[in-house]
């Protein structure tokens, strides 16, 4: 349990701090159209607080592993969420690109700016989240496959 809340206390550290000096969610919020990056990383924080609530209340360790390999079910669902947010960013991109008038460049740039920031942050998000979530389980709590 130890390791579990000192990996949560740094994870916690890190993005307060990121938070402070970047503003990653007005970044998340600006930046993804569809707002499925936020959506991904209040799964995650769900998650990570559901893990010491099921420790507490899970009578025995099978419970517990039933448990964990839920967790880590959604956990790779981040990824395909992520890939998700990427199909609808590339759609928003298209679309856009396509109603901008010919000779406009700068609408051209605004458009692709717009809908590469929502593949991109969708993208990662669900990368890093699933990752995370992974870490969490398999070094945290050394959970084998």
């Known amino acids: 349990m ?8 740094l994870s916690v550290l890190v993005v307060v701090l990121s938070e402070f000096f970047f503003h990653i969610f007005e970044f998340m919020w600006v930046g993804d159209a569809t707002h499925i990056s936020l959506v ?3 799964l995650y924080v769900a998650m ?3 893990i010491p609530i099921l420790m507490y209340r899970s009578e025995d360790v099978r419970d517990l592993y039933e448990w964990i390999n839920r967790i880590r079910f959604v956990a790779q669902r981040f990824t395909s969420i992520g890939l998700i947010g990427t199909v609808v960013g590339m759609i928003i991109l298209l679309t856009s690109v396509a109603h901008v008038e010919s000779g406009d460049l700068k609408g051209v740039f605004t458009a692709l700016v717009a809908g590469m920031s929502t593949v991109l942050l969708t993208t990662f998000t669900g990368i890093l989240s699933s990752v995370l979530m992974d870490f969490q389980l398999k070094f945290v709590f050394d959970v084998e496959d």
């Open 2 to 9: 130890f390791r579990y809340v000192l990996f949560n206390t």
């Open 48 to 50: 990570t607080v559901a």
């Open 40 to 42: 991904i990383f209040g």
